[in-house]
């Protein structure tokens, strides 16, 4: 169980993967504290034991935070996530990933808090056609204004490690799917691009048909390829993560992937969520979009390595069931 000195601080905390995170932490012995603007978060998914709402924006709510609730490590999850969106609105995304995370660092610095735990993402590599997996010595390459504002966030980490003596990880999600077995939380973007809640919402009428962006790709039956990992193995990663920071000193800055390792095609998972649901999928193929990879598939050893991590509930039949039932209870008809 976790020592005394153990509260995490969960900023975006009353989002999808922070939510499920949250649940995870408490199971594991940690206490917890959300900080959340409610931009795109949830009231009735957040399961810490207290709530803050403030902005990232703000270092003295954020300082005042960590000293009052003696908090151990952060989480950070809070971003604007949209790549496609990053692409028309850039600067946003810069003020509230890149300007907050600085915002946090400050606060942590003033209450001498120095571990954290970032949330990065695939979209760092970029495009990177032709190799099978994804590994975390790769250069970063992004090749949006989103994965920029990721990339430049763990370079401040790494510059901040040398330069105050932090610990920091980033964990670089693969596609992020599913939801809690138990049905307390799920997936609900206002904006939603996810190729599974998508893919639910035809199945579920609520929109007419999915559309497939390229079907000549160089894959097995033509349609791109990614590694679908399910939401509460990453919040378990999470887990792994914070324990890793409190049980190490010295880590310095490490960034990790969090996926699978096996990849699946957008055909594979409309045809699983078809079987899952036992309805009908329309599908309208498309022209490619620009900038997306045929495969993205993560190299998964560093997790295994370092956090003794590794997926268990990311069967792709697993994350569609809990999706499609999270669906059915909570989203509109
Ligand atoms: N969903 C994915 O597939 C995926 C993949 C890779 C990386 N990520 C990263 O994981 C993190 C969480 O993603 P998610 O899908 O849970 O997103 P989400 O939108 O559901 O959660 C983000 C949370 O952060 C809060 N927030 C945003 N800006 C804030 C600010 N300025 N101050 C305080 N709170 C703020 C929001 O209200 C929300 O509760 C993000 O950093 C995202 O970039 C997500």
Not at 74 to 81: E, K, L, S, Y
Not at 146 to 160: D, F, N, Q, W
Not at 205 to 224: F, L, Q
Request: aromatic share 8%; charged share 20%.
């Amino acid at each position: 169980m976790p020592g005394k000195h153990s509260t995490v601080l969960v900023v975006g905390g009353a989002g999808y993967i922070g939510s499920h995170t949250t649940l995870a932490l408490k199971d594991a012995g940690f206490a917890t504290v959300i900080y959340d603007n409610f931009s795109t978060g949830h009231r009735d998914a957040c399961f810490a034991d207290h709530l803050v709402e403030g902005d990232l924006a703000d270092v003295a709510k954020l300082t005042e935070t960590l000293e009052r609730f003696e908090i151990s490590s952060v989480i950070h999850f809070a971003a604007m996530i949209e790549a496609g969106q990053s692409m028309v609105t850039p600067l946003p995304f810069f003020e509230n990933n890149v300007s907050g995370t600085v915002s946090l660092l400050k606060a942590m610095l003033a209450a001498g808090v120095s571990r954290i735990v970032f949330s990065s993402t695939a979209a760092v590599y970029g495009n990177q056609d032709g190799r099978l997996t994804l590994s975390e010595t790769l250069p970063r390459a992004p090749i949006t204004p989103y994965g920029h504002s990721k990339a430049m966030v763990e370079r401040i980490l790494e510059t901040c490690v040398q330069a105050y003596g932090l610990q920091a990880i980033a964990l670089r999600y693969f596609n992020a799917s599913g939801a809690d077995a138990a049905g307390r939380t799920g997936e609900r973007h206002d904006l939603e691009t996810h190729l599974i809640p998508l893919i639910i919402e035809a199945a579920r009428g609520i929109r007419p048909n999915v559309k497939i962006y390229g079907t000549d790709y160089d894959t097995s039956d033509g349609t791109c390829i990614r590694d679908y990992i399910h939401v509460s193995d990453l919040a378990t990663g999470h887990v792994a993560a914070v324990r890793y920071l409190l049980d190490n000193s010295n880590t310095g800055f490490q960034a990790m992937n969090l996926g699978t390792g096996t990849g699946y095609s957008v055909r594979q998972v409309i045809n699983t969520v078809r079987e899952v649901s036992g309805r009908a999928v329309d599908v309208v193929e498309a022209d490619r979009r620009p900038g997306d990879p045929a495969r993205l598939v993560a190299d998964v050893a560093a997790a295994r390595t370092d956090l003794h991590w590794s997926a268990a509930q990311s069967s792709l039949d697993e994350i569609v069931r809990t999706a499609w039932a999270y669906a059915e209870a909570n989203l509109p008809h």
